[in-house]
């Protein structure tokens, strides 16, 4: 048993002593319901079902400290927030020791015993502990009280009504700038617009906002690159309902760093909804008439989707509409009502959020140029694998008709195959490093330089893109005497030769699936035929990292 030092005993032993019995425990109950009372101190809650430590005052009739814990914490915790409820109690409590401690667990009474001897403190055992038993009731009130994250009437037709947008999976095609409207005319809201989440393959979900003006200050405030306080003040800010998706449980810890969670099973996938307001805040629960506007709003994307879904995959937003008469979920088998809506997509919407987006572009290359490190590396998902390789002549043949987006060169066939850069990534972060290639003006040439960590005393070749618009963008940063790297930059040259000076880039999804490393043909989502430089013809000589001091 550890005992309290000598120090802590004549700390203790100086505090007064008062005429008072305490009461403590420590009882099962979920973090959450805990930490919704006001005067709580979790200090070490955790997410699931946890311990609660109290220690109250039975003779004043207040809690001196308390404190939440894993299950599986030891008994010394109890001791810790005695110690606090001695020295550290929470107001209106003065530190003091108190005349007796009493608890319902012989085991703890014993425990006590021998750790707080030489306190003069009386430690009992009790079958009852009324006030700590009144505490625990108030909790089960609070929870029994809180609204269900659903109301129950609406909580299955909602969730499936989720699930099916996560078929439908529009953030394939729709990134976040591309606004689609939904005219209500009910429940007090005209019109939701509705912006979908998960190109990139980060967050999935819709955000339904009931206003243009609330959607045009978030994505100002979120370009204009201020604090993260500053930026959890605009997050909260916002004015619309939401659908998000999240892997249940702990799965996504089971999967590497680059996890994307359209690879999950949909058995393995929970919508959660809510409500963000500038007044009220984050809220993760819809009341009645929010679940109904949600339902409507994702049914009509749904019939939306089903219908124009082929007439959506361009660069820009097509201007479409439709009409739609959508029965309400029945309710204790009366007859539903229906209601018409029309959802529309937003193209001068999207052209002006991509003009904000681009004026924010330009300050930043301003900035850029204005000292920013000479390459960037924005362009290429993190964690990506890549590789140095060839490809065969009869499959450069089916890529070029075959992939998404293709980029020709007067390529000359010759020798085993095209040599190329292999980048592969998550579906989402593929097509939005396509995306970014062809806002750049395209793939211009894949060139390798010498690059100097003088920090570190080593040497790299830096596999280097050049886009359309001159920018240049690291892809990799390989050792320069790394015998794999060696071979393979010979083999490259080699290759490169053959074909007069022409490579490729190809960019392809299925990155924590199967065939990673090893991607299949549909899984190549691009190819760029473009020139392959020297250092030479690059022209920048050997580049030095240097730290970037905030």
């Given amino acids: 048993m550890t005992a309290l030092n000598h120090s802590t005993r004549r700390r203790l032993q100086n505090l007064p002593q008062i005429p008072s019995v305490w009461e403590g425990d420590r009882r099962p109950l979920s973090a959450e319901d805990a930490m919704s009372q006001e005067w709580a101190d979790p200090v070490s809650a955790s997410a699931g079902t946890s311990e609660c430590i109290l220690w109250v005052d039975g003779s004043q009739g207040f809690v001196r400290a308390m404190d939440m814990v894993t ?88 969730t499936q009504k989720a699930y099916d947008i996560w078929r439908d999976a529009p953030w ?59 930026l959890e003040e605009a997050f909260l800010g916002q004015d619309c309902l939401f659908l998000s998706f999240e892997s249940i449980g702990d799965v996504a810890d089971e999967y590497e760093d680059d996890f994307d969670l359209a690879d999950l099973p949909l058995s393995e996938i929970q919508p ?22 949600v339902w409507v709003a994702l049914e009509a994307l749904h019939r939306f989707w089903r219908a124009s879904r082929q007439k959506l995959g361009g660069e820009a937003l097509p201007k479409l509409n439709s009409r739609y008469r959508i029965p309400l979920p ?92 292999m980048i592969q990534t998550s579906r989402p972060k593929a097509k939005a490093m396509i995306q970014q290639l062809q806002d750049a003006g395209g793939l211009k040439a894949i060139c390798f330089n010498r690059g ?11 596999g280097i893109l050049q886009t359309g618009n001159g920018q240049l963008h690291l892809f990799g940063e390989f050792i320069e005497d790394d015998p794999v790297h060696v071979a393979a930059r010979k ?3 080699q ?43 690059l022209g920048l000589g050997p580049l030095q990292l240097i730290p970037q001091l905030e």
């Fill in 71 to 158: 299950i599986d914490t030891g008994p010394e915790a109890i001791v810790r927030t005695l110690l606090r409820a001695i020295e550290h109690p929470h107001s209106p409590a003065q530190p003091a020791r108190p005349q007796k401690i009493v608890v319902k667990d012989r085991e703890l009474k014993f425990y006590l015993r021998g750790v707080l001897q030489e306190l003069d403190i009386t430690i009992e055992y009790v079958p009852e502990l009324p006030l700590i038993d009144e505490i625990f009731r108030g909790f089960q009130d609070v929870v029994s009280t809180k609204p269900p994250h659903l109301p129950p009437q609406y909580a299955e037709v909602l």
């Fill in 172 to 230: 394939e095609l729709l990134g976040d700038h591309q606004i689609l409207s939904v005219e209500l005319n009910q429940w007090d809201i005209d019109t939701l617009y509705l912006c979908v989440l998960g190109m990139l393959g980060v967050d999935y979900g819709i955000l339904l906002y009931r206003s243009i003006d609330s959607l045009k200050r978030f994505r100002q405030r979120v370009l204009a690159n201020e604090s993260i306080n500053q």
């Fill in 272 to 293: 959660s909804f809510g409500n963000l307001h500038p007044l009220e805040g984050l809220r993760s629960f819809l009341y009645e008439e929010e679940a109904l506007t």
């Fill in 330 to 421: 029945a309710v204790d088998d009366a007859k539903p009502a229906t209601i018409s809506v029309k959802v529309a997509t937003q193209p001068e919407l999207e052209s002006e959020l991509l003009e904000m987006a681009n004026a924010a572009d330009e300050e930043d290359d301003e900035d850029f140029e204005a000292g920013q490190p000479l390459l960037r590396d924005d362009l290429v998902p993190a964690n990506s694998f890549l590789s140095l390789g060839v490809v065969p002549w009869d499959t450069v043949e089916f890529l070029r008709s075959g992939v998404e987006c293709y980029q020709s060169g007067p390529v000359t066939a010759a020798g085993e195959g095209l040599p190329v850069v």
């Fill in 452 to 462: 100097e960590d003088s920090f570190e005393d080593v040497v790299y070749d830096l």
């Fill in 491 to 493: 083999k490259w040259d």
């Fill in 495 to 537: 290759r490169c030769k053959k074909t007069k000076g022409y490579c490729g880039l190809i960019i392809a999804q299925g990155l924590t699936g199967a065939s990673r490393g090893n991607p299949k043909l549909k899984d190549m989502l691009a190819l760029f035929e473009v020139r392959s430089l020297s250092a030479k013809d």
